[in-house]
């Protein structure tokens, strides 16, 4: 059974920096891709941002240039990089594994990041 661990969220002011890290446990047959996504209530999920096993990337515009992905050679962690932060950031923030193969997600239980002053 897959399951998501992230840590690192927390309070910090705008222009602040934090760190999340999602460890994974467990086994996903076949190919898979790692991300980031946040809410804030009464929204959809968003992707924030992912990473595919070849080291591609992709962001959400409104991040690019200001966050980076990155993940272990094993694909058992990922983690992102939040620079600049903004009020505009504030969400609870969602590790994401996503199964090309069979077409499934997996989900970390949520961590809160809040950026104020």
């Known amino acids: 059974q897959v399951q998501l661990v992230e840590s690192g969220g927390g309070l910090v002011q705008p222009g602040g920096s934090l760190r999340l890290s999602c460890a994974k446990s467990?086994?996903?047959?076949?190919?898979?891709?790692m991300g980031w996504y946040r809410q804030t209530p009464g929204k959809q999920r968003e992707l924030v941002a992912g990473i595919r096993s070849d080291g591609s990337t992709t962001y959400a515009d409104s991040v690019k240039g200001r966050f980076t992905i990155s993940r272990d050679n094993a694909g058992n962690t990922v983690s992102l990089q939040m620079n600049s932060l903004q009020p505009e950031d504030t969400a609870v923030y969602y590790c994401n594994v996503k199964s090309i193969v069979y077409n499934r997600d997996y989900w970390g239980q949520g961590t809160q990041v809040t950026v104020s002053s």
């Open positions: 467990g086994s996903v047959f076949g190919y898979y891709t």
